[in-house]
């Protein structure tokens, strides 16, 4: 029994723990009695339906096609593999898309601090513009008033004669990689360990005497220079198939759908407006007063922007930029209105209109997309607290 | 006397040397200071050009603006034609043409109580406040469905358009913030099972798509409840909005909560405030005028999304003016449809954020570099 300061007896309704244990009582046995609720409904309206639930359908025959595919798909193929054609087609734009909207985010946004004023205000009416047009209207704006309208195969742009843009698509080269090729790859990675671990020899040597190897000349040249060397030794081993105008349509080459260029396109635009602005704020984070010491320790303007403005500028970036492509990463799934063939268009859409296992689709396309995040999210955690600023 | 060589009046200020203003001077300072400024600059202004001269010559110059079938296009600039002779239904979707004033009235309502509650000289906020939450809804929800004191019954099947579009953005910030608050103040809750739930809750929906949630609302919304309930489309597609934003209205407030000195709870319980009281009267006032411009942008990502309807075959303003391009009389004006609805959905946004950098500015009442 608790008692009050002056030594009373405090009746139980007034004692805060006791409250906070009913309180979350209340709130449990509302929770359960809501799930139940739902369960019971959710069973009886399938059973009037006759649905039966369960994944046994993921074993299914599908029956139907995809026209993209990154792994051996046909209509013979089951429910589970439209799954992953689908998850893979997603992850396919959304890193398309991660990597050209970053470079666009960071051109506009340091174009957004440019002592040039047009440029300047060309970033800036360039942010304005596309981040408060909704996004699927530019999916649709790109799909269906631009890319529809481009020229037939016949008459199709091109550029260099090796690049084709028509309305069916973009026709660009295809490397066919000949026996031998593999071992590039591997020299690829070979380099890049090799470049690894020079950098932490040369900061343990700088740190032992002061001298500093240019590192990143070095690991360029690792990087860049080891797969070349075997490409070349192993007698360049790739060919290109261009693609080239036979009849109506092209032969060689690889097709890129005009779904997913529309799709492409809109997702780095739109999300290109948002990494400018966080760009330009993360700079922005920066106190003139860093780079007038760095000034006034006479560091060179170059080391200056690469060992002071830069990581500075980063811990406030990074968060906000991951933030920004988990929403790229979902904003993908706006693919279904055009008919790009993501994991919502082939499973939510395809697979449950055909099998009606709406709970089981449902909640493992949600189930990707929280996984997702959630390793993102996690990740991005350890990186905030490794990149802390360090109170002493 | 040293009068004499004493001046009554203050020297007029002389204007600044020639080479010092004008617009030579702002040019020379502000595009061709230096040999790679002039560069860009002679780019950028060539590239404007290039890109802007045939937009502007298509969409305005070249541009046909009125008639009422597209006969009236002359096929030489944008047809606006298009927008006009549809123009109606975009506003109203498929509203019954006699009951139109019906919603005239609400969007009039709606300005009216826009502008009493964003012009801050306009007094009688608490009064707008009441009246926008309690009394807008109800008049709307009347004026709108119908059914009652002799107003004819719209069903909202016909419900469309630019009216649609507000319909849902109004319930969905109405509806989203409320729910946004209550978990922000959950997930700060000391019980481990309100914040538990809370958490879950918001991490849940902030993880998957806006589209998922829809898909989940149109479908699966209808298996939760007994059989016997009627379950109405619109209705499914805001429960989910609504859901889904709470969760991101949620982190927003809490990013509020968190800046508040924990010394303001203290001293609300110092003077015997209850739970309830504290952050009704100390923090959530305190915490709430900080994130105002969070909030505000929260609300033009929702209003953006509510776009999204139109996948599961709701007929908001993108998709009226979608399935007018698919009208066969009209093919082939994709091009005017989808940069008017830009426009209309630019408006809103850009005057939103607009608004939360005004309001954002006239909050900063401490003082930083």
Redesign the interface.
């Known amino acids: 029994m608790s008692r009050s300061p002056s030594g009373d007896r405090v009746a139980l309704w007034r004692n805060p723990t006791f409250r ?1 244990y009913v ?2 009582g209340v ?2 046995a509302a ?1 359960a009695a809501l799930i139940g609720f ?1 369960v019971a ?2 069973m ?3 059973e ?1 339906r006759g649905i039966s639930t369960g994944f046994g359908f993921l074993d299914e025959r599908a029956g139907f096609s995809i026209p993209q595919t990154l792994i051996e798909y046909s209509g013979d193929s089951t429910y589970g593999r439209t799954f992953f054609v689908g998850l893979l087609n997603t992850l396919l734009v959304s890193a398309l898309g991660i990597v050209v909207a970053t470079i666009i985010g960071f051109a506009v946004g340091i174009a957004r601090l ?6 300047a205000r ?1 970033a800036g009416a360039y942010v ?2 596309f981040r ?7 999916i ?2 790109w799909y ?3 890319l ?2 481009l020229p037939s195969p016949r008459q199709s742009l091109s550029f260099l004669e090796i690049i084709f843009i028509n309305v069916r698509g973009l026709v660009i080269p295809d490397p066919q990689p000949l026996s031998g090729f593999a071992a590039t790859p591997w020299a690829l990675l070979v380099g890049i360990v090799a470049a690894i671990a020079l950098g932490i020899y040369a900061k343990r040597r700088q740190v032992r005497t002061g001298k500093a190897l240019p590192i990143y000349w070095l690991g360029a040249g690792l990087i860049i220079g080891t797969p070349l060397v075997v490409f070349l030794l192993t007698g360049a081993p790739l060919e290109w198939s261009i693609p080239e105008l036979t009849g109506f349509n092209f032969s060689g080459g690889v097709r890129v759908l005009p779904e997913l260029v529309a799709l492409w396109l809109a997702l780095s635009i739109y999300t290109a407006a948002f990494i400018a602005e966080i760009v330009r704020s993360g700079i922005q984070s920066v106190p003139q007063g860093q780079v007038e010491a760095a000034n006034a320790l006479s560091l060179p303007g170059g080391i200056t922007l690469r060992k002071v403005v830069i990581p500075q500028a980063m811990r406030v970036i990074v968060p906000q930029l991951t933030s920004q492509y988990l929403n790229l990463i ?2 993908s ?2 693919a ?2 055009i008919g790009y063939p993501d994991l ?1 268009a082939v499973f ?1 859409g395809t697979t ?1 209109n055909q099998t009606g296992q ?2 089981e689709i ?1 909640a493992m ?2 189930a990707v ?2 996984t ?3 390793v993102v999210s996690a990740l991005m955690n350890v990186y905030n607290a490794r990149t802390l600023l360090k109170e002493r | 006397m040293a009068g004499e060589s004493m001046r009554d009046e203050m020297i007029e200020a002389r204007r600044p040397p020639n080479a010092h203003r004008g617009v030579l001077k702002w040019l020379q300072r502000n595009l061709f200071n230096g040999p790679i400024n002039s560069v860009v600059s002679v780019i950028t202004i060539g590239v404007l050009i290039w890109a802007l001269w045939p937009f502007v010559q298509w969409a305005l110059i070249q541009a046909d603006w009125l008639g009422d079938s597209r006969q009236a296009c002359s096929g030489e600039g944008a047809c606006w034609v298009f927008i006009s002779a549809r123009f109606e239904s975009i506003i109203y979707g498929f509203y019954p043409e006699a009951a139109r004033w019906r919603v005239d009235i609400v969007f009039a309502l709606m300005a009216g109580l826009l502008a009493w509650l964003a012009i801050p000289k306009v007094p009688g906020k608490r009064w707008a406040a009441i009246i926008a939450v309690i009394g807008f809804p109800i008049a709307a929800y009347i004026l709108l469905l119908g059914g009652h004191f002799g107003l004819m019954h719209v069903s909202t099947r016909n419900w469309g358009g630019l009216m649609l579009t507000l319909t849902v953005a109004t319930i969905g910030i109405v509806g989203s913030l409320p729910i946004g608050i209550v978990l922000a103040l959950g997930r700060r809750s000391k019980m481990p099972l309100v914040r538990a739930v809370s958490v879950v809750f918001i991490e849940f929906w902030r993880g998957v798509p806006l589209i998922t949630v829809l898909f989940m609302a149109s479908v699966m919304l209808p298996l939760f409840v007994p059989t016997e309930v009627e379950f109405d489309k619109l209705l499914r597609a805001l429960v989910g909005i609504m859901l889904f934003w709470s969760a991101y209205m949620a982190e927003v407030v809490r990013g509020g909560l968190q800046a508040i000195p924990g010394g303001q709870e203290e001293a609300g319980k110092a003077l015997g405030l209850n739970y309830w009281q504290r952050m009704g009267l100390i923090v959530l006032p305190q915490a709430l005028k900080l994130v105002i411009p969070g909030i505000v942008n929260t609300f033009i990502a929702l209003f953006k999304d509510t776009s999204l309807v139109l996948i599961i075959g709701l007929f908001d303003l993108l998709a009226i003016i979608r399935a007018g391009l698919t009208d066969s009389d009209w093919l082939g004006f994709a091009t005017e449809g989808y940069v008017f609805a830009a426009l209309v959905f630019w408006v809103f946004c850009f005057s939103m954020s607009r608004y939360s950098q005004y309001i954002e500015k006239r909050l900063q009442t401490g003082h930083t570099n």
Do not use: G, H, R
């Open positions: 906070a309180l979350q709130l449990l929770l739902i409904n959710t009886a309206n399938l009037a440019s002592p040039n004023w047009l440029l060309l304005e513009i408060n047009i909704p996004l699927l209207v530019q649709l704006f269906f008033a631009v529809q309208a979902k904003n799934s706006l279904t209105a919502v939510s449950l709406a709970i449902v396309t949600m997309y929280l997702i995040s959630l």
